[in-house]
């Protein structure tokens, strides 16, 4: 057989693999589509428009999701960001302040990730419920914040919270303690998307309830979402219509993301004329940050790379603190009048995160999510900076609960300030064991919240609780081993120890 006709089959039989996978691709989404007609059948006539918003947002998701393999980023594409594409924040401070703070203040929206629930800390219903300092909530510490920049400035800057289905309801029976609050409060739901199964593709839901068998059967798919939701609850027009100009994004457990009048004030009055529509706060990587997602110029454009994108035989190389010094705090500044140019040419374009589950019956599930920050290669102009660490303060396991509610930290007006008495502006490295994950076992195992002010680094693990007036200092390690219990005594002074099993205390 000649070369040429061994290509020519070569190419042929590619060409039908090829072929074929379009086919298969094709049916399976004719079925996908069928199902969701049918799940739409089961909508109540009150919720039937916005279930098909939700069902035609999924199908236009489940369409790329088929049409995407692999990695999506080519790594020999990826290249350091130039040096003015991520400012350092002592840049953006020295220009200084406007006199007319509050005019500038008057164009801002925050908004608040609040979709998120307390399961991983052992707390039932919404995650921004949980106390976190002196009895006070994620929320009222975001309320307070928000009130205190109104008050001061004489302004009217609104809060708005993306819920998702499984936080709305709890949240908004909350809502009517604040109505006094000099802060307009305003919520709208992320979209609500059908799991599909990992088999054969094809979504677990029957209809469109959420309770009983079906409680699984849905999920909200990531913060990526708040584009189109926002557009289509009306506030996106609503906010324009009222003069605003930019939102501040951020997760409501970061405590360290409030209003920062200097990257305001950068917005509003760009030094080169030139309007930046997306602001992505970014902080230098520390060894605990290794798998955050991370600047990078890609074709031309700032774009955002998560580890999941990453090739397998990249993976170490993008962990790398040398090669890639930052990463992302999900702290967003965004221009309103590009999210709805974006959203109306349908131009918004976010990698689509997989994210396997397993149900509780067993059952194997993807749901396809996507991330907010993502979008930043769709936006013009945009722009990082790198602001100190103390602008992202995440709480995500008692760990992060314990430095925030310790004398590291002082509260004023709902913002958590490290304390002038820490001679240096690092964060102790805290790992609390298995026996503090749910919040109510972390609280019960301490009297009172240790003296951390000197602390460079905790470890404890097992049956360890902790009495009143405690000091721990330099290096602690505490340990106690299976079936042994430590009880830390009242006014101990523990400084670079390491406490074992029988309560021996052994210089570190």
Known sequence: MSRFVQDLSKAMSQDGASQFQEVIRQELELSVKKELEKILTTAPSHEFEHTKKDLDGFRKLFHRFLQEKGPSVDWGKIQRPPEDSIQPYEKIKARGLPDNISSVLNKLVVVKLNGGLGTSMGCKGPKSLIGVRNENTFLDLTVQQIEHLNKTYNTDVPLVLMNSFNTDEDTKKILQKYNHCRVKIYTFNQSRYPRINKESLLPVAKDVSYSGENTEAWYPPGHGDIYASFYNSGLLDTFIGEGKEYIFVSNIDNLGATVDLYILNHLMNPPNGKPCEFVMEVTNKTRADVKGGTLTQYEGKLRLVEI??????????????????????????????????LQEQNAIDMEIIVNPKTLDGGLNVIQLETAVGAAIKSFENSLGINVPRSRFLPVKTTSDLLLVMSNLYSLNAGSLTMSE???????????????????????????????????????????????????????VIIIANHGDRIDIPPGAVLENKIVSGNLRILDH
Request: hydrophobic share 40%; aromatic share 10%; glycine share 4%.
């Open 308 to 341: 999941a994108q990453v090739p397998k035989p990249h993976v170490d190389e993008f962990k790398s603190v040398s090669k890639f010094k930052i990463f992302n705090t999900n702290n967003l500044w965004i221009s309103l009048a590009a999210v709805k140019r």
């Open 421 to 475: 008495k820490r001679e240096f502006p690092t964060v102790p490295l805290v790992k609390l064991g298995s026996s503090f994950t749910k919040v109510q076992d972390y609280l019960r195992r301490f009297e009172s919240i240790p003296d951390m002010l000197e602390l460079d680094h905790l470890t404890v693990s097992g049956d360890v609780t902790f009495g009143k007036n405690v000091s721990l200092k330099g290096t």
